[in-house]
């Protein structure tokens, strides 16, 4: 080798796979080879593991027709094509082996002197050998960097669902979280179904998701087999596999279907296909989504079971709630039997009996109006908003509490939740949110009353309903102020 070309050479090495990434390796080795060796045009085709076909190629100094033209050339063989002279060859082409892998061939043509030397063979089998070497390295590095980004999206999307999601929320969560990180063109979360197949139940899609959500893998089906045993399918293109069933298959090309499992729990399975024509998903690509399954479906057993207990610690409240009530309740009731006995033995000597008694029956109905309520609240499901009107009221109520200071007292007469109609429920509960802010802003305010009444009647004899919101703050006036607003039902 000529003494001149050595430093040429050299800064050549030391250049190839000073960037890591991949792609722009690939592309800096064809760059290297066609400067060093004085070629007009150069190639780098990749060929597809395991197969005679070319995945990617790196070109430099070609048209579009060229790139095509070598597209279709290097799969065939790995020797140049025939030779213009005995030694003087006017092509030149390389084997690139990654460890003992054929990664591809790399291909020089258009010398400028009109053909290569053995210099310049020689120099392109150097140029091969380094960029096995650098091509190992960034494939390490890239796939380093692709093992963090799982790791990093398992870990937030556990964070996610252990924050308190809905069911719903939590599918969604994961199907799009696997979506971006597999560079799928969808994700989607299929579950069983009452007739033995799985259904589609959750879609994370860029493209229109019709017809994806509800689409179904029929009972028997061999796809069907592998995923409720909880083993992973691995298909190449969705389209014209037999094995797949689903109506929407037709869309998509490679794809993962990765069973959801954890403690011999299958909570469904994640699906992750990419369009036609796209890349198939690597070994590595494989490995690290059923690892990230596998993790999510962990962190969705977690996420229900802190449901469970949340919800559990809501009954273990409520109970004390009730234990409060009960003693609340009995002195409550204790006081007005004594205030009755007491009338009892004064009635025959004092004019102010008919007071007493009065004072008495108006605080057992008080005292039975809050049982009522505190019953109906306790029995609503948690975490569920209230489809009931009397529920809407006490969820008004209780949210005002927070900033009142103290929980206003609520009572009902009548079957409001039978009477009370949607469209007068909105208008009486506007008027509530507006009474209950007015008296937060008001000075002095200790207590509110609000009164619900589903028995009222209308001078034409219509039924009504009507809300009296009474607070014991100064109004304009010298005395408490209220709000009342009645409308018919």
């Not at 293109?237 to 959801?260: C, E, I, K, W, Y």
């Not at 008919?354 to 057992?364: K, P, T």
Request: charged share 20%.
């Amino acid at each position: 080798m000529p003494v001149d070309r050595l430093p040429m050479l050299l800064e050549a090495v030391l250049s190839i796979g000073s960037d890591l990434g991949l792609r722009a390796t690939l592309q800096q080795i064809v760059d290297t080879a066609t400067t060093l060796t004085g070629a007009r045009y150069g190639a780098l085709g990749v060929l597809e593991p395991d197969q005679d076909r070319t995945e990617a190629l790196y070109t430099t100094g070609m048209t579009e027709e060229e790139r095509r033209l070598v597209d279709h050339f290097l799969p065939e063989r790995a020797a140049p094509p025939p030779e213009e002279g005995p030694s003087a060859p006017a092509f030149l082409v390389a084997p690139i082996q990654v460890h003992t892998e054929l990664f591809g061939h790399l291909c020089l043509a258009g010398k400028s002197s009109g053909s290569f030397s053995e210099t310049d063979r020689a120099l392109l089998h150097v140029l091969a050998a380094q960029a096995g070497i650098a091509i190992g390295n960034a494939r390490l590095y890239e796939s380093a960097r692709q093992r963090e980004r799982w790791i990093e999206g398992a870990a937030a999307v556990t964070t996610a669902l252990l924050t308190g999601r809905n069911a719903a929320d939590a599918l969604m969560t994961v199907a799009e979280s696997a979506r971006l990180l597999a560079g799928a063109s969808a994700g989607v979360i299929l579950q069983p179904n009452e007739a033995g197949g799985m259904e589609i139940v959750t879609a994370s899609t860029l493209d229109d998701p019709a017809g994806i959500v509800g689409a179904t893998i029929a009972p028997g089906s061999p796809v069907l087999v592998h995923l409720l045993g909880g083993e992973p399918v691995f298909i190449d293109d969705s389209a014209t596999d037999p094995r797949m069933t689903t109506d929407v298959r037709s869309r998509f090309g490679p794809s993962m279907m990765l069973p959801l499992q954890s403690g011999g729990r299958l909570i469904g399975t994640l699906a992750l296909p990419r369009h036609r024509g796209a890349p198939p998903y690597t070994a590595v690509d494989r490995l690290l989504a059923t690892q990230f399954a596998s993790q999510a479906a962990l962190a969705l057993v977690m996420a229900d079971a802190q449901a469970d207990r949340e919800q559990l610690a809501v009954y273990e409240d409520r109970d004390r709630i009730a234990r409060d009530l009960h003693d609340l309740v009995v002195q409550r009731l204790f006081a007005t039997e004594m205030m009755l006995e007491s009338t009892r033995r004064r009635a025959a000597t004092e004019e102010d009996a008919s007071e007493l008694l009065g004072r008495a029956v108006d605080e057992l109905d008080s005292t039975i109006q809050e049982v009522r309520t505190a019953i109906f609240a306790l029995q609503q499901p948690p975490a569920k908003a209230p489809s009931t009107f009397r529920g809407r009221v006490l969820r008004e109520t209780g949210g005002a509490s927070a900033l009142l200071g103290f929980p206003p007292s609520v009572h009902f007469t009548g079957a409001v939740d039978a009477l009370v109609g949607e469209e007068a429920g909105r208008e009486l509960l506007a008027v509530l949110r507006g009474a209950l802010a007015a008296a937060h802003r008001r000075a002095g305010v200790s207590a509110i009353d609000v009164a619900v009444d589903a028995t009222v009647r209308l001078a034409d004899g219509r039924g009504a309903v009507r809300l009296v919101v009474a607070d014991d703050g100064q109004g304009e006036g010298d005395g408490p102020t209220a709000v009342t607003w009645q409308t018919p039902l």
